[in-house]
């Protein structure tokens, strides 16, 4: 194994796992974490993932000591983190403004969590000197540790950002949106670079972002938080194949809903009646229907399918994206690909026999985990006003 | 003629189209104006102060700073200054921190009431004090019980000073500490300082400017304040006069000199203050582009 390039000189590599049990954190009106358990491995790269609001920053806040919990426990390796002052803590933190000392240079700014520790620890001079010297290398921006952040780029100050917090060689590493000052190029670079620099490095990290597409992209694993709570915990494809809450499924990726009701061991929708094997625990019951675009499968003409109207269709890159209209309102979107299109010849208005492979079914209202099935193709059915669905 | 690249600022300059008379006019006239002002009410009679106080000669100016009274007041004001002035800066330091870093109930009215020196007439301010400190008011008895005096004393001119000289560090602060935020602050804390070291290297450069602006301020009108003094001071030549109240003492005093005696005291205060003002620009003259980006953003 790769030694870890800031491993102490007496080979006491810091590593740490964290362990966060039952935190609660109540404002006056609402509760911005809601009894949130979490564990985080060794060396793990777990993003933050949720809307505005969903407490992901409280927590970062918490682990770093600028913020205090109501209730619950941090453990890091056995050890009570939350009895630690911040500035005991020896966590990194980068914050989404960066929060750079403007009257400071650079090369003054990284050495900083080197500088103020006391006497017997400070490293000598010229150990910082270094120490700063082999970080501006690490985030590659050499040769300019004797600028002010004023005088660089949101790129650039991000990277300084980093390499501050990585001075202070921090058990645990925690990023606020970290390219959320960026443009949206920079952003899409960086997150290659900041993903191999964590890999290189091994630190644990924790890293906030509203953006699913750099959650996915960058993390090892996924934790998807909605009011204070968190939704699910997995690997970015577990997130999106398997979102085990109807908000997962919503707020990752692209999909539609439908509401629909599970009549003798069929599923009635509006006008449709789908046959696929279903759980008998969910006879009689209400339920939402969720699916995804590219999972809306196009079948050839004359083929007993969803009768659906293409109302729109707009290329994006490779893909085709349609919305499709049922005679009963509601709609859904599909991803095709712009060869299949040209195959089909299809333009807006044609109506079209689609068929979604996969269907997934969430007891209304939300009670155990879903149930994930693949509807068949229901030969000799008329499609329209045969059914008595609760929508007809 | 081709006109000369947009962007180029000097073109602007030249090509811009004749201003109309009534433009015009009205320039000159409001420039006139802030002229005529700060001629007429400033200038002026500064340099009156200035000529009267050494229209007979340095010697009756000399005499008149060499009366012990007046030693005494230049030696009183400085005492006070050098009391009120630090005490307003602690204060102002921690009302700014308070208000722009910590959520609390009463930090709007902390807010607004720091303002209130502004508002009160100097007078009301040195009431105030008499009727609680003083022999009737409400702790006069115990403090002469333990043989304290605060009316008619130094503690008294300390405290009026302090009240009508409050606002303004804490004015200069407040603002720039809000537009601040506290977040080099938390990154610094994260990094492993600790409170004083925050305070000193990181808080503290930020804001020195607007602190030093508070301060000179503060002092100049430490200095030179006459009203709220003038209430709780009792008026002993030589013990309990400021050099303002000297001033008016010896104006109003009759002897046949009242008038050069005075005007040599008032341009001995004129000049501490403009001491202060210099010491400013000097500032600002020295630091002009530290000041244009921490002080006055």
């Known amino acids: 194994m790769a030694m870890r390039w ?10 740490m796992s964290i362990t966060i049990s039952d935190l609660s954190r109540r404002y006056e009106s609402f509760n911005a974490l809601d009894a949130i358990s979490l564990d985080v491995g060794t060396g793990e790269f777990v993003a933050l993932l949720g809307p505005s609001g969903s407490g992901k920053t409280t927590l970062l806040r918490i682990l770093a000591g600028l913020d205090q919990p109501d209730h619950g426990r941090v453990l890091r390796d056995g050890e009570d983190l939350l009895a630690l002052e911040a500035q005991h803590r020896g966590i990194g933190m980068v ?32 150990q910082i000197q270094a120490r700063v010297d082999e970080l ?8 300019i540790g004797q600028r002010y952040p004023a005088q660089l780029s949101g790129g650039q100050r991000q990277r300084v950002a980093l390499a501050r917090a990585l001075a202070i060689e921090p058990s645990l590493l925690l990023l606020d949106e970290p ?4 443009d949206a190029q920079v952003r899409v670079t960086l ?12 630190v644990t990290t924790l890293f906030v972002t509203h953006d699913q597409e750099e959650a ?3 993390a090892d694993r996924v934790v998807v938080m909605n009011q204070g709570r968190i939704e699910q915990v997995g690997t970015p494809e577990q997130i999106y194949r398997q979102p085990r809450t109807q908000f997962v499924h919503g707020f990752i990726g692209r999909s539609s809903r439908l509401d629909g009701r599970i009549v003798q061991g069929h599923l009635h929708l509006p006008g449709l009646r789908v046959a696929g094997s279903l759980p008998a625990a969910l006879e009689g019951r209400e339920v939402s229907v969720w699916l995804r675009p590219e999972q809306v499968a196009l079948l050839p003409e004359g083929a007993h399918g969803w009768p659906l109207q293409v109302r729109y269709l707009r290329q994006v890159g490779a893909l085709t994206r349609a919305t499709l209209f049922a005679a009963q309102g509601w709609q859904i979107e599909a991803e095709w690909s712009s060869e299949q299109v040209a195959q089909h010849a299809l333009r807006e208005d044609v109506t079209v026999q689609a068929l979604p492979r996969e269907l997934t079914v969430f007891e209304q209202p939300t009670a155990g985990a879903p149930h994930v099935f693949r509807p068949q193709p229901a030969p000799g059915e008329a499609p329209q006003g045969a059914t008595t669905g609760p929508h007809a | 003629m081709a006109p000369g690249p947009l962007m180029d600022g000097t073109h602007f300059m030249v090509a811009r189209r004749p201003a109309s008379w009534g433009a015009t006019a009205l320039r000159w006239l409001l420039i006139g104006a802030a002229m005529l002002c700060i001629g007429g009410l400033l200038l002026l009679p500064l340099l009156a102060v200035f000529i009267e106080a050494l229209s007979r000669g340095w010697t009756v100016f000399a005499v008149a700073l060499a009366d012990p009274d007046a030693q005494a007041a230049v030696r009183l004001t400085l005492t006070v200054a050098a009391i009120a002035v630090p005490a307003n800066m602690l204060f102002g330091l921690a009302a700014a921190w308070s208000i722009a870093h910590y959520q609390f109930r009463g930090k709007s009215w902390l807010n607004a009431l720091i303002d209130l020196p502004f508002a009160v007439s100097p007078v009301v301010a040195g009431l105030i004090y008499v009727l609680v400190y003083g022999s009737y008011g409400w702790f006069g008895g115990w403090l002469e019980a333990h043989g304290l005096r605060v009316i008619f004393a130094v503690p008294g001119l300390v405290l009026a000073t302090m009240f009508v000289s409050m606002p303004f560090v804490a004015r200069e602060l407040i603002p720039l500490m809000q537009a601040q935020g506290s977040e080099e602050e938390a990154a610094a804390r994260t990094l492993g300082a600790g409170g004083w070291q925050i305070f000193f290297r990181i808080t503290l450069p930020k804001i020195r400017w607007a602190l030093l602006y508070g301060v000179l301020l503060c002092n100049a009108r430490s200095m030179g304040e006459f009203g709220a003094v003038s209430v709780v001071s009792g008026h002993l ?12 003492q010896v104006y109003n005093g009759g002897r046949s000199d009242a008038i050069t005696s005075a005007f040599a005291l008032a341009s001995l205060l004129a000049l501490l203050t403009l001491v202060t003002l210099l010491i400013k620009r000097l500032l600002e003259w020295r630091h002009g582009d530290a000041l244009a980006r921490s002080a006055r953003q």
């Open chain 1, 95 to 126: 914050f989404q403004h960066y929060a750079l000392f403007a009257h400071m240079r650079v090369a003054e700014n990284i050495a900083f969590g080197l500088r103020v520790r006391k006497r017997a620890q400070r490293p000598g001079k010229a």
């Open chain 1, 6 to 15: 800031h491993a102490r000189r007496d080979n006491k590599v810091e590593r």
């Open chain 1, 191 to 202: 997150r290659g670079w900041l993903r191999d620099l964590q890999r290189a490095l091994g």
């Open chain 1, 216 to 218: 996915l992209e960058m």
């Open chain 1, 136 to 143: 501006l290398r690490r985030v590659q921006l050499e040769g």
């Open chain 1, 179 to 182: 390219f959320g000052a960026l």
């Open chain 2, 237 to 248: 030549p030589g013990l309990t006069n400021t050099l303002p109240l000297q001033v008016d």
